[in-house]
């Protein structure tokens, strides 16, 4: 069982940059696959990113394809979401989440994620 807390919300304009964090609590954190998510207001909340267990598999959604990058450190537990060229349409509650599996791939399916962070906000203004 594992414990995430997402951090590096804010306020940024358009054009600007974040890194969020997600850190993980827990043993063998190295064995799950993690995604990042996003709920904008009145929204479902949809799919993102996600990468493997080893780091060297990731997957983008088309919106953010070119202008984010999921990365993780496993020495320190934490997996990022850089968001680079942030939009108008970014601004959501972006949560991590995590399942363990035995397998290298990754899943985008939010029903086959078993922990969840409590979220971060990003707004991007103009």
């Known amino acids: 069982q594992v414990q995430l807390v997402e951090s590096g919300g804010g306020l940024v304009q358009a054009g600007g940059s974040l890194r969020l964090s997600c850190a993980a609590s827990g043993r063998l954190f190295s064995t799950y696959r993690v995604g990042w998510f996003r709920q904008a207001p009145g929204k479902e909340r949809e799919f993102v990113a996600a990468i493997g267990r080893s780091g060297s598999i990731t997957y983008y959604a088309d919106s953010v394809k070119g202008r984010f990058t999921i990365s993780r450190d496993s020495a320190k537990n934490t997996v990022y979401l850089q968001m680079n060229s942030l939009k108008l349409e970014d601004t959501a509650v972006y949560y991590c989440?995590?399942?363990?599996?035995?397998?290298?791939?990754?899943?985008?399916?939010?029903?086959?994620?078993?922990?969840w962070g409590q979220g971060t906000q990003v707004t991007v203004s103009s």
């Open positions: 989440a995590a399942v363990q599996t035995s397998y290298a791939s990754i899943t985008y399916e939010i029903s086959e994620y078993d922990y």
